[in-house]
């Protein structure tokens, strides 16, 4: 009952939109905020599986399997160990673009020890409530520390998957380096074998994975239907980007940025540079944006096309108003409720998923987010869960 408690006071607040700029579209007032699960210990990641069913992360390893109604139905077995310290564990899941036929799974995990460590993807089958036939099938450069991993995972159209890598922090000069895989965005088949139109097989000395860098730590990555990849990486104090990721790209990082060091000291002179893309968007100061995801789908049509990204340090969800290809407005959406957003998925009947966390209220306070135009659940005779209305 303490969680019903704290979103109705959170909610009689103030409003759940608040316009940042001017959008071309009038505020949603009819959305609906449902907790569809919660109890959990740092969630990172969520996949929507085709029949209605979830599958979500916890940072501290654990993989758990939802009902279409945020039950949880197993905790699967076999997962694989992660390192979980600091920033590290277990960290995305992303389902094989055939997952129907297949019940393949794909998880992203920090893998070793503090002194030796990788950003890990492995490849296994959903079998009931377990893990069968596991396979790694990446793992980046080595390094020591424990922050920085990037880990996030998505398909592209062509059935290649693209996997985030980060830095490490103390290895920022690496993400220019075309021999190392720390920073960068990769792409390998389904099998974790590298595809041979990658763009740097042919180039001597380097990695044949890369897919782009200049990247510090990417946590957020989604590929669009019409095949444009977005991602969403954190800056240093300042410089937060969202970038449309083309192959053989340099995105700066630690050359160009907008941001500067913690210790207030500059990391380059430069915020451009040339032969270095641009960001889409960025931010400066941080607001610590995670997952991102593009808004397809009936519900909400207004916000068709749209990129929503789950903002950690400034808590809230945010929608950023896209006109051809163009940032026109941004939108900060459910920013009473002061919950780290991590992820955030659109389902395919058009409810946004959003993987959200409380820290120091108490501890597993992870929740799953239902976001609707119309209650999904009677919450009246289950007060288990709870459905509200956004205030006008
Ligand atoms: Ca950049």
Redesign the pocket.
Known sequence: MIRSIHLRAAVACTSLVAPLLSSAEPAINDMHVEVLADGFDTPWGLALLPDGRMLVTERAGQLHLLDAQGQRVAAIKNVPEAFAKLQGGLLDVALHPNFERNATIYLSLAHGHQKHNTTRVVRAVLQGDALVDAKVIFDNTPKGTSVHYGGRLAFMPDGTLLVTTGEGADYREDAQRLDSLLGKIVRLNDDGSIPSDNPFVNTPGAHPAIWSY???NPQGLFVDTSGTVYAA?HGPRG?D?V?IIEPKTN???PI??HGIDYTGGRISPFETYEG????LLYWTPSIGPGGIAMYRGAMFPEWEGDLFVAVLGHKHLRRIDLDEGKVVAQEILLEDLQGRFRQVEVGAEGALYAVVEFVGERPNSGRILKITRQPSRQSADDSSHLSMRAGP
Not at 276 to 279: I, K, N, S, Y
Request: proline share 6%; charged share 25%; net charge negative.
């Open positions: 200049g990247h510090r990486e410089g980007e970038n995105y700066g990082w160009a940025t270095m893309q641009e960001p």
